[in-house]
Nanobody, 125 residues
Framework: QVQLQESGGGSVQSGGSLRLSCVHSGITSRAWSMGWFRQVPGKEREGVAGTNSDGRRTYAESVKGRFTISQDNYKNTLYLQMNNLNPDDTAMYYC???????????????????WGQGTQVTVSS
């Protein structure tokens, strides 16, 4: 059974940084995909960054150069380092994962079967 738990959200000012963590279990296959998504009330959940067992990383255009996704296989933890945050980054952030292969669409929410509960990020100007 796959379980995901995010942490690390909080409130920061524009230009600040946060690092989100997602401790996970059950993603033990040789081919997997994981990603970070975010959602604000009234809008669809959007992909922010994705990675997979091949080491490939994909980013949404809005976060390229500011966010970095990484995976610590020893700690079973997925990270999202977020730098130079701005108010448009305010959202609930979700960790997503799927142990059944590498998706060709890492920023598409329908590609993932398992989700965490989310952690709130608020950026003030």
């Amino acid at each position: 059974q796959v379980q995901l738990q995010e942490s690390g959200g909080g409130s920061v000012q524009s230009g600040g940084s946060l690092r989100l963590s997602c401790v996970h279990s059950g993603i033990t296959s040789r081919a997997w995909s994981m990603g970070w998504f975010r959602q604000v009330p009234g809008k669809e959940r959007e992909g922010v960054a994705g990675t997979n067992s091949d080491g490939r990383r994909t980013y949404a255009e809005s976060v390229k150069g500011r966010f970095t996704i990484s995976q610590d296989n020893y700690k079973n933890t997925l990270y999202l380092q977020m730098n130079n945050l701005n108010p448009d980054d305010t959202a609930m952030y979700y960790c997503a994962g799927d142990p059944d292969g590498i998706t060709m669409l890492p920023l598409e929410r329908n590609e993932y079967r398992y989700w965490g509960q989310g952690t709130q990020v608020t950026v003030s100007s």
